[in-house]
């Protein structure tokens, strides 16, 4: 869902207790993504920058995916937990992940937000909706018949804000149940139940900088009466540009979408699952394995899409969530 008339300016961002760096005279993002052991692309997408030749002296960079590395830690859990940690303040669209510290796997589960997260090599991973209004909530986590609440902090993040207006031959693919069945399609190829199978960072999909549209992006089609928010990052890329494998993974969905297109979804275990949208061939079946680097397809146009470029999103357990973290490191 591409299409943009109307420009209005970014949303007023947090002043966060980040880890940020202020661009020098001479620097370059690649400089700066090197002194910061990251990669251009994760400082591209954590700053919506667009063109990363187009820096300016004095720009300030966030440089991290979490606003505050300050954990939370309690120590007064049920058996055979020691510890519980977890992030002091986690932004919208992001992940707060819950680790915990025992001699042996425990058995359990987090409630939050209305739904059920479960405990998964001693950690739980709560992805935090790009709309959850910042605030304070609470989580319950559950072992054996015991219960601990733990409070989950959620800061705003820094979106721009769109008012679409589609064609009316284009508004026709916008049904809600035709919407809502292909979301349920996308989210049914992915195994929450799966073993983990990324080992390091994720790789960018293609190879490109051009970060054309950021995740998280605030979009109304009826004029400003309702926002939904962009659910991956845009590539902008030529048509037929190789997609790749960021992660390793096994192959959920590989099949034409009504509005996401030519679409191949990836499993990364733990309940995440990455989508490929809009592409012009798939070079992938269901249940395929893959290993990071691997060919998925090739970009294209098809779809609800207004131009060529790569769709490229991250899901937990259904809720999609910034992907740029993904490429500094992995939970
Ligand atoms: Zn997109």
Request: glycine share 10%.
């Amino acid at each position: 869902m591409h299409i943009r008339l109307l420009v209005l300016p970014a949303l007023a961002s947090f002043a966060l207790a980040q880890t940020t760096h202020t661009v020098q005279p001479g620097e370059t993002l690649y400089r700066i993504a090197q002194q910061y052991n990251t990669s251009v692309e994760a400082l591209q997408v954590l700053n919506n920058i667009a063109d990363p030749t187009q820096l300016r002296v004095g720009q300030v960079l966030r440089v991290t995916g979490q606003p505050s590395p300050a954990l939370r830690r309690l120590t007064q859990a049920p058996a055979p937990i020691e510890a519980i940690e977890w992030p002091g303040e986690t932004i919208q669209g992001h992940l707060a992940v819950i680790r915990i510290t025992a001699p042996a796997p425990v058995q359990g589960e987090v409630r939050f937000l209305n739904n059920t997260y479960p405990i998964q090599q001693n950690r739980v991973l709560l992805p935090i909706p790009a709309l959850q209004a910042p605030g304070v909530y609470p989580a319950r986590l559950r072992v054996g018949g015991a219960e601990v609440g733990l409070e989950v902090r959620v800061v705003a993040g820094s979106f721009g804000r769109f008012v679409l207006q589609l064609p009316p031959d284009r508004q026709a693919l916008l049904v809600p149940e035709r919407l809502r069945a292909e979301r349920l399609k996308v989210v049914g190829s992915c195994d929450f139940d799966r073993p983990q199978q990324w080992r390091g960072p994720f790789q960018k999909p293609v190879q490109t900088n051009r970060i054309t549209d950021p995740f998280g992006t605030r979009r109304s089609y009826d004029g400003g009466r309702s926002y939904s928010y962009h659910e991956g990052l845009d590539y902008g890329v030529p048509e037929g540009t190789p997609v790749y494998a960021p992660a390793p993974g096994v192959v959920g969905l590989a099949e034409r979408l009504f509005v996401r297109g030519n679409a191949v979804t990836l499993n990364h275990g733990l309940g995440v699952c990455s989508g490929y949208w809009h592409l012009s061939r798939i070079a992938v079946k269901p249940g395929q394995t893959v290993q990071a680097g691997d060919l998925l397809g090739y970009s294209g146009n098809t779809g609800l899409s207004n131009g060529p470029h790569l769709h490229f999103e991250i899901r937990v357990r259904g809720i999609p969530t910034n992907p740029a973290p993904w490429f500094l490191s992995v939970p």
